[in-house]
């Protein structure tokens, strides 16, 4: 069974930085292309970066400079260092394959506000 356990979040303001991790169990995340989703209140989830298996990454533009997607394939975990935080970037952040896969985890709460 698959379990994918994301964290990191949290309450920052404008400019800051966080840095999410997100540790697979169950699946050997090294052999899929892995990504970090987020839903904001209101909104659909929408995929915000994808690393491939080769360590190819792609972004959204909306946070193409900002964030970076990194993985340990030893330590089978997805990170998503996030800096020069917007308070549009409040969301609860998912990570999954890429495409998506398996089950959601729980997420983890990002909050950008002063």
């Known amino acids: 069974q698959v379990q994918l356990v994301e964290s990191g979040g949290g309450l920052v303001q404008p400019g800051g930085s966080l840095r999410l991790s997100c540790a697979a169990s169950?699946?050997?995340?090294?052999?899929?292309?892995m990504g970090w989703y987020r839903q904001a209140p209101g909104k659909e989830r929408e995929l915000v970066a994808g690393?491939?298996?080769?360590?190819?990454?792609n972004y959204a533009d909306s946070v193409k400079g900002r964030f970076t997607i990194s993985r340990d394939d030893h330590k089978n975990t997805v990170y998503l260092q996030m800096n020069s935080l917007k308070p549009e970037d409040t969301a609860v952040y998912y990570c999954?394959?890429?495409?998506?896969?398996w089950g959601w985890g729980q997420g983890t709460q990002v909050t950008v506000s002063s």
């Open positions: 999954n394959a890429r495409p998506p896969l």
């Open positions: 690393i491939t298996i080769g360590g190819g990454t």
């Open positions: 169950g699946v050997i995340s090294s052999l899929n292309s």
